[in-house]
């Protein structure tokens, strides 16, 4: 079965790094894109940051682009996001997503979350 | 960027009853190529991430029961339980994946009246 489990979240102050794992099992890795979402304490979910499954196609989130860099490992089956820059704002649950093809598309299969607090 | 709006916020349905909730996109997310409305719904439960109900706005995604369905074009969408029962209590959200930023509506909370 699909399975996502994030990891690398934490308390880190504003202007601050951060790089948040995904590790992938249960279906071929390298065959489909990935998604990063996030949510805010009490809020809606926000979409992060797409990655094709060959890693040659990324995109990303206004409020994330410039500051953010998503990126995988095929042979090690995980995801990653290098969070740089960090703001209070970007504090949330941030979910990585299986695509349902290679480049993009909606997300199938979601993890259960890794949780990044912003704060001073 | 595609901004999807929900509406309403939140609704109070009683049991065996029919919710339905709205999806309206700022610009068409069918495409004329393959007549596909890019267009998902999903369900979250109070701490669990988002679970997938219905694709390409109106196909049921296996094993969601047949209460659920999706509807609309272009758009303008729905999702409809046909008959609430205690387990949909939850947050239902829309997402276009017609273009980058992929968007999600703000989300409708439904509760038992």
């Known amino acids: 079965q699909v399975q996502l489990v994030e990891s690398g979240g934490g308390v880190v102050q504003p202007g601050g790094s951060l790089r948040l794992s995904c590790a992938a099992s249960?279906?071929?890795?390298?065959?489909?894109?990935m998604h990063w979402v996030r949510q805010a304490p009490g809020k809606g979910l926000e979409w992060v940051a797409l990655?094709?499954?060959?890693?040659?196609?990324?995109y990303y989130g206004d409020s994330v682009k410039g500051r953010f860099t998503i990126s995988r490992d095929n042979s090690k089956n995980t995801l990653y996001l290098q969070m740089n820059s960090l703001r209070v704002e970007d504090t949330a649950v941030y979910y990585c997503?299986?695509?349902?093809?290679?480049?993009?598309?909606?997300?199938?299969?979601w993890g259960q979350g890794t949780l990044v607090t912003v704060s001073s | 960027d595609i901004v999807m709006t929900q509406s309403p916020d939140s609704l109070a349905v009683s049991l065996g009853e029919r919710a339905t909730i709205n999806c309206k996109s700022s610009?068409?997310?069918?495409?004329?190529?393959?007549?596909?409305?890019?267009l998902v719904w999903y369900q979250q439960k109070p701490g669990q991430p988002p679970k997938l109900l219905i694709s390409?706005?109106?196909t049921r995604e296996s094993g969601v029961p047949d209460r659920f369905s999706g509807s609309g074009s272009g758009t303008d969408f729905t999702l409809t339980i046909s008959s609430l029962q205690a387990e949909d209590v939850a947050v239902y959200y829309c997402?276009?994946?017609?273009?980058?930023?992929?968007?999600f509506g703000g989300g409708t909370k439904v509760e038992i009246k």
């Open positions: 997503a299986k695509a349902v093809a290679p480049v993009g598309y909606y997300s199938d299969y």
């Open positions: 249960g279906f071929t890795f390298s065959s489909y894109g």
């Open positions: 990655i094709g499954n060959d890693g040659s196609n990324k």
């Open positions: 610009q068409s997310v069918l495409s004329i190529s393959n007549n596909k409305n890019y």
């Open positions: 390409w706005a109106s």
């Open positions: 997402q276009q994946c017609y273009g980058e930023p992929l968007t």
